[in-house]
């Protein structure tokens, strides 16, 4: 596997070593012995979310505040997605900043989003299938959401899609008055 960290370092994109031949391909879209190795990171995984989405459908910017905050390992299994992770860690160099990466069945890509941001998607093509492991469970009390198109944020999400969003996605909150990650004492 190769791990490339992105212009916000904690945020990491991971490409798999494929085996393809005439007959298809085969790898390994998680070994935890190989991803502790090259990441660094000693996080488990203890829940993974599957789901579909239609072309223009946006999921996001959703987060989980402490003590249920969630570090995410993306990737898509069919179709094409926009992948975006919003740093939301008041005491960071990069606070308020975001990655964007595109993720697809055909380049089989891999993010790795720390806890403390704030994630979303795009669906680039007619359908994708997003496939999520995250590091603590779905809390509802603790998830929070800022609005995809908040002018703060500025996301260069592509103009050209009908943007369909959830009617909780349409409730986001900007990010200025967003419970955000607290600066670490």
Request: with cysteine; hydrophobic share 35%.
């Amino acid at each position: 596997m190769k791990v490339t960290p992105l212009s916000i370092p904690d945020v990491l994109l991971i490409e798999p070593h494929v085996f393809e031949d005439s007959r298809g391909f085969f790898f390994e879209s998680f070994r935890e012995d190989i991803f502790r190795k090259e990441t660094s990171l000693n996080v488990s995984f203890v829940q993974e979310n599957h789901s579909k989405s239609s072309q223009g459908v946006l999921r996001g910017l959703h987060y989980q505040l402490p003590p249920y905050a969630q570090g995410k390992l993306t990737r898509v299994i069919q179709g094409e997605v926009l992948d975006i992770a919003v740093d939301i860690r008041e005491s960071s160099a990069t606070f308020g900043q975001y990655v964007a990466e595109i993720l697809s069945k055909d380049n089989k890509r891999q993010l790795y989003i720390p806890e403390g941001f704030a994630h979303g998607f795009l669906t680039l093509s007619k359908t994708s299938e997003y496939l999520y492991k995250t590091t603590d469970f779905y809390h509802t009390e603790n998830e929070r959401c800022i609005i995809w198109n908040d002018a703060t944020l500025n996301i260069a999400w592509p103009r050209d899609l009908n943007i369909q969003l959830s009617p909780k996605d349409l409730l986001g909150q900007s990010f200025k008055s967003s419970e955000l990650f607290p600066c670490k004492q």
